[in-house]
């Protein structure tokens, strides 16, 4: 039986210079008996310009533990939805997988346990003529297994975080505070 009940985590992988493919999953992992399971559950219904998919590698191919995958912002058109269900879906599930392979999720939980996974996909992806799907496949596989790995870890720790409080201080207040 599984202990975990909710665990969160998150990260970030820049894209390559010239590419809007920056990804930030963020992921919540617990017992489908769980807030996690309940939330997984209620998401099965779709919400307008907030389209829901199982992550799955390929055609008949959903990855274990099930995992449900939705976007941080409204999806403007049939162009983001096509890169957000295939190359960011395709980078997830196979994260997912390789989470398994290096015991990253141990195997004899994935039926104990569901993600959720809340995607990055920077809008201007959709109409970019030069998108390089590669780096948009590659942040996202990334980033999703250290938020995974995170989550289950428990990181950053407590400590961590006291110890760079006054180390590290959000990208956005570059300049801000000083």
Request: charge should be negative; charged fraction near 25%; hydrophobic fraction near 45%.
């Amino acid at each position: 039986m599984s202990d975990i009940w909710f665990r969160a985590g998150e990260a970030t992988v820049l894209a390559k210079e010239g590419q809007a493919t920056d990804a930030m999953p963020e992921v919540v992992i617990g017992s489908v008996k769980g807030p996690v399971g309940t939330a997984f559950a209620s998401m099965m219904g779709q919400s307008v310009g907030h389209t829901r998919f199982f992550v799955i590698r390929d055609l008949n191919q959903m990855v274990r533990p099930p995992t449900m995958m939705t976007s941080k912002v409204t999806i403007p058109n049939s162009a983001y939805i096509e890169l957000f269900g295939g190359v960011v879906q395709a980078a997830l599930g196979d994260a997912i997988v390789d989470c398994l392979k290096e015991k990253i999720i141990p195997k004899k939980i994935v039926d104990e346990i569901c993600i959720i996974i809340t995607v990055w996909l920077d809008p201007r992806c959709a109409d970019d003529p030069n998108l390089d799907k590669k780096d948009l496949y590659r942040t996202n596989y990334e980033a999703t297994k250290i938020a995974i790995a995170r989550a289950l870890n428990g990181e950053p720790t407590v400590e961590e975080l006291i110890e760079n409080r006054d180390k590290i201080q959000h990208y956005a207040l570059a300049g801000v505070l000083d």
